[in-house]
């Protein structure tokens, strides 16, 4: 299963970065293989919309759930629309250690947005 993961750094050993859409960057990894690739958030500062791009990334990698904290109303709306998971990694602070709970099923599973949203850069 691919899952994309929000992180401070474009790196497998990056620390965990909390917010979904405006995350400084994304892995996307193969937890079957263990192999990642990390991706550039291209609208860490945008005026707006940056939620549903980053829904889009996820998409588009052909990933069935996400890892962040923040989800906000857009972003939760477009990964559920794309039937994509969403869950946050709680006390987790780096990707290795997030990975390792979300395989052994410790992650909390988002069900509504978990904040109210970002309007801006």
């Known amino acids: ?12 050993g990056a620390s965990i970065d909390p917010r979904f859409g405006r995350a400084a960057s994304f892995l996307v990894v193969d937890t079957e293989t263990g192999e990642w690739q990390a991706l550039d958030n291209p609208a860490l500062h945008s ?16 990933c069935a759930a996400v890892i962040s904290v923040e989800f906000g109303p857009n972003a939760f709306d477009a990964l559920h629309a794309a039937d994509i998971k969403m869950y946050q990694f709680g006390s987790a602070g780096s990707v290795e250690e997030t990975l390792k709970r979300f395989k052994a099923g410790q992650l909390q599973q988002v069900g509504q947005p978990t904040s109210p949203g970002h309007h801006g850069g």
Request: no cysteine.
């Open 47 to 62: 005026s707006g919309g940056a939620g549903i791009q980053a829904a889009q990334i996820a998409s588009l990698n052909g």
């Open 1 to 12: 299963m691919k899952v994309l993961i929000t992180t401070a750094a474009p790196d497998i």
